[in-house]
């Protein structure tokens, strides 16, 4: 999944005559939760909404023969206890700490459930759910603890093997779990098994939370990663107990919900009485709660098939919408074509099933979901046509439609032993779809970039918080703030380290063997390690560190050459959070200094100690080293002792490295010492603008067709990547500075800029023009390089003559363009244009004919609202508020919020005014997203957290904004941990 929701956790659990006796006090003081509203998409990670954590029971209520309870319990627990204390201070204080989980306090399940048998009676406004579990003994010793949520479910019946339970007698209700004693359960001794069965009842049309079952639209889904299958039945919802769900049956109306689906096989359907009609399906394959799915809807469909090889399996495909979207699918379903054929060429691995199903869902907190059979997607990730989804969407819908697919292997095949292990799923799984969108793009060098400068510009920056954690987390209060780019991004950096050190056909045979070994089980990342070394015979120990090691590490380098001997030295050292040295991969290549030709390739060095010297002999001359090519390990490289023939390698690198993102990242470190001495005012003291002006005048005059490459070789590093090599950030003298650079070299090099512009229009206009908008690696990289050399282009702005010839410039692209990627760019630069009245026209008309050409489409609003918070305007703050009042906006829905009140929090040199209001905004904002979407109120809260960072005056003021948040009463348990532990001194 792209990030999963999970539920709150809580110091203590109170009776069940404890919580009819506070649930008027907690509906008093909460906020609501069930708000009839419309939750929409998030174009990125999951946002759910949550119980917060000091009112457990909020909008409880109580009914005749009716306990409206449920379960948040700990993963670790398999029996609950309540002290005196504990249940005094849940029940007296509205400000409990929340609880923290340990990895270290892992403890098996004593019952687990084998098979499944369940029944979804959806009718409007409530649906029942009966559950038949069958009981098997696993450890033993202890009770059967299940979960369910008190604010979700409603508890109907409940026998166990025939015999119908008391309250108080053969079970308890206590906070968010129940608990059948274990001498009414199975022994081992004799292989015998209970049959459990429970009758409740649920309202989706009430859950805001987007957690469990909801209604989205006219749709009832699920989503139940983490935590969610707990707010739709009882169970033990933790991953590590795997089960066959063999019967799924759901009976709806069948006009308003004509397609009725779920996990795996359909074994049948047909009508019942009331004009209603019912399906059952059957999934063979043991799963985790987590990847249950019921859909029921009005939908349309695209569909298509694919034999698997070799089996010859004939599976049915069909991506799924709500009918007005279906001319949007075709993408997606191609590009699930592609990943079944990749995965089968490139790791053996074969689809299991007769049915591949994928539902695009307006109101969803995820990306999407690797639902078992059922994939579910926020139609961000799904629907794609030209005048809707710039080039970007569609590459990023194929990687996520590769990314859910591979699930089927890596997660849910083989899946995770509890939520610690979570990027032993994701990190490997996000690995795969970076080497798949490699492939379909066919520059492996392009999407490296790609990935390594989102790892840069986020996760270095996590790396580097309050907020930073090991891969493999060793703590979490709530589940929500680990769905992170350390667990995902990295984590594929530690996968592909794997890859590096093994050579691909050693990771293929790690990855058989583990495939082997583990099938069907739920297991660790030590797991995984073990598979690795033992497939290739070696000890690889050492590596497992990087799951338990916080921090960005650094690697330093130096080196001589020897000419007596003929032998060149290079020395690694390495720093980093580990009280022992890492095993890094380093990869390295020697180019000679004269002829800059490549005389060692590409050479992985194993980096194990602190500090270690590495030889080369045979060599006739001087060399210089091509360091971390590829960006073999996640670390941040730097010379041991800097001087000044350091930015005349890179000069050297940029012009002749042999290694694709090698070149590129000396460039980068060229733009990026430039920059730096703009922002101290030394620039004048080195020949780096020099060496940024050969190296970008040689990128802008390369052969070939690699036009992303060059787009990227002329495109400086972002302002948050720049940021993290800051002490202390000043974002507006920074954004001054990078601003600065990037004027000077549009103004210099100006005429080649325009007329290799010019070059491309008309390229692009012979080779097909209109509604004929192309796909292919070379088409895609002609829009994204003229769209780089506009934004040159339109930086030049200084006097009313040159105002006027951007934005007339930008104006014919946006007019003339029918493509979202051109026409999006273009309006970018439009909306930070300024100054005379004849610009703002051209600017105000480029946004109002946007908006209009929308015609109410969700996901082009979304680009409506997040350019402008982007702007680069003086009063853009003013106008982001603004916008909080337009009627299309609404704080309900996470693709809305997101696109203006997050984006404008990447808007760095206006979110960090001096004067404090961008802070102020974004905690107001922050609180009031809180009582709908914890989740997402998080995130939001992030924009704060780094405090630390900045000036004291700043520093203050963002704290404040902070210690606002944490002073809330109440507050959720996601958003409490983020604030808490970065108040922390």
């Not at 916008?883 to 404008?904: E, G, M, Q, Y």
């Not at 995130?939 to 404040?960: D, F, N, T, V």
Request: charged share 25%; hydrophobic share 35%; net charge negative.
């Amino acid at each position: 999944s792209l990030a999963s929701p999970t539920a709150a956790f809580r110091v203590a659990k109170t009776s069940a005559r404890s919580a009819a006796k506070t649930a008027a006090a907690h509906r008093r003081r909460a906020a609501t939760t069930f708000l009839p509203a419309t939750i929409a998409t998030s174009s990125s990670s999951s946002f759910s909404l949550q119980s917060t954590y000091h009112h457990p029971r909020r909008h409880l209520t109580m009914a005749p023969l009716t306990n409206l309870r449920g379960g948040s319990s700990a993963l670790f627990s398999t029996t609950t206890t309540t002290t005196e204390e504990s249940t005094t201070e849940e029940t007296s204080s509205s400000s409990a700490v929340p609880k923290e989980i340990f990895r270290s306090d892992y403890t098996p399940l004593p019952f687990k459930v084998s098979n499944v048998a369940m029944n979804f009676d959806i009718r409007d406004g409530t649906t029942f759910v009966e559950t038949e579990l069958t009981i098997v003994q696993n450890t033993g010793g202890g009770d059967l603890v299940l979960d369910g949520e008190a604010d979700a479910l409603t508890l109907l019946s409940i026998s166990l093997d025939g015999k119908d339970l008391v309250e108080g007698v053969d079970y308890t209700i206590e906070g968010d779990t129940l608990t059948i004693v274990e001498a009414l359960l199975p022994s081992s001794a004799d292989g015998s098994t209970s049959v459990l069965k429970t009758k409740v009842e649920v309202c989706p049309e009430k859950n805001t939370q987007l957690s469990g079952l909801y209604k989205s639209g006219s749709m009832y889904c699920t989503q139940c990663e983490a935590m969610g299958f707990r707010r739709i039945t009882y169970y033990p919802d933790r991953p590590d107990n795997m089960a066959i769900f063999d019967s799924v049956r759901i009976e709806a109306d069948k006009e308003a919900y004509p397609v009725l689906l779920g996990n795996g096989n359909k074994l049948e359907g047909g009508d019942v009485e009331g004009g209603r009609h019912y399906a059952v399906w059957e999934d063979p394959f043991p799963k985790p709660s987590y990847l249950f799915c019921i859909v029921a809807g009005n939908l349309g469909s695209v569909s298509s098939s694919y034999t698997t090889v070799p089996s010859g399996r004939e599976v049915h495909l069909e991506v799924y919408s709500e009918p007005e979207n279906v001319s949007k699918l075709g993408h997606a379903l191609e590009s699930l074509k592609k990943s079944m054929k990749w995965d089968e060429d490139t790791f053996g691995l074969e689809y299991d099933l007769d049915i591949y199903n994928v539902v695009a869902v307006n109101d969803f907190n995820m990306g999407a979901m690797e639902n078992k059979g059922l994939n579910v997607f926020n139609t961000a990730y799904c629907l794609a046509d030209p005048k809707s989804a710039t080039d970007s969407d569609y590459e990023r819908i194929e990687s996520v439609i590769g990314h859910e697919y591979f699930h089927n292997w890596t997660g849910n095949r083989v899946t995770c032993r509890d939520w610690f292990q979570l990027t032993l799923k994701e990190g490997l799984t996000v690995y795969r779809d970076q080497e798949f969108s490699g492939d379909m793009m066919q520059s492996h060098a392009v999407k490296r970039i790609e990935d390594v400068a989102s790892l840069r510009g986020r996760q270095f920056a996590e790396d580097a918080g309050p907020m930073s954690h090991p891969v493999r987390p060793d703590s979490y209060i709530s589940m929500d703030n680990f769905y992170t780019a350390t667990v995902y991004s990295k984590g594929a950096e530690v996968v592909r380290m794997y890859r590096t050190l093994l050579g691909k056909d050693g990771f293929r045979k790690g990855m058989d063997l583990y495939f082997e070994r583990h099938d069907g089980d739920a297991v660790t990342c030590d797991d995984f390690c073990s598979a690795m070394g033992d497939a290739n015979g070696v000890d690889i120990s050492q590596f497992s560190r990087w799951y338990q090691t916080n921090g960005t590490p650094t690697v330093k380098y130096s080196s001589k050459y020897d000419d007596e001997s003929k032998t060149f030295y290079l020395t690694l050292s390495q720093e980093s959070n580990s009280d022992e040295p890492l095993l890094i991969p380093v990869s390295v290549g020697l180019l000679d200094k004269e002829s800059g030709e490549e005389v060692v390739a590409t050479k992985v060095l194993e980096l194990k100690e602190m500090e270690q010297t590495f030889e080369f002999d045979g060599l006739d001359g001087d060399v210089l080293p091509s360091m971390l090519r590829g960006f073999s390990a996640p670390v941040k490289l730097v010379r041991a002792e800097s001087d000044a023939s350091e930015e005349e390698d890179l000069a050297f690198l940029a012009a002749r490295d042999t290694d694709g993102f090698n070149r590129w990242e000396a460039g980068q470190k060229l733009y990026t010492s430039l920059i730096f001495q703009t922002l101290e005012g030394n620039q004048d003291e080195s020949k780096t603008l020099d060496y940024v002006e050969e190296a970008f005048g040689r990128a802008l005059n390369m052969d070939g067709n690699d036009y992303s490459i060059q787009a990227y070789a002329l495109t400086l590093p972002s302002e948050s990547t720049l940021a993290e090599d800051m002490t202390v950030v000043d974002p507006v003298a920074l954004h001054k500075a990078r601003g600065s650079v990037r004027e000077s070299l549009a103004r210099k090099y100006f005429s080649e800029i325009r007329a290799k512009y010019d070059e491309l229009t008309k390229a692009m206009e012979s080779s097909g023009s209109g509604e004929d908008i192309k796909l292919d690696a070379t088409s895609i990289g002609q829009r994204r390089l003229r769209n780089v050399l506009l934004s040159y282009l339109c930086c030049i702005k200084d006097t009313a003559e040159e105002r006027d010839a951007a934005s007339e410039l930008a104006m014919k692209q946006f007019e003339s363009s029918y493509g979202m990627t051109d026409r999006y760019s273009a309006l970018n630069c439009l909306a930070s244009m300024d100054g005379e009245e004849s610009v703002v026209a051209r600017r105000d008309a480029a946004l109002q004919k946007f908006f209009d050409d929308a015609e109410g489409d969700a996901l082009v609003l979304n680009k409506w609202f997040m350019c402008q918070a982007l702007a680069d305007l003086p009063d853009v703050l003013d106008r982001v508020k603004a916008l909080v009042k337009h009627p299309d906006f609404t704080l309900t829905n996470p693709n809305r919020c997101s696109s203006l009140i997050s984006a404008f929090t990447m808007n760095a040199a206006h979110f960090h005014a001096e004067d404090g209001e961008g802070y102020k905004f974004l905690g107001e904002m922050t609180a009031e997203v809180d009582k709908l979407n914890p989740q997402l109120s998080s995130r939001m809260g992030r924009g704060l957290i780094q405090w630390r960072k900045y000036s004291e005056e700043r520093g203050a003021l963002m704290k404040s904004a902070l210690q606002q948040l944490a002073d809330m009463e109440p507050i959720s348990s996601d958003l409490f941990e983020v604030v808490s532990t970065s108040l922390k001194e």
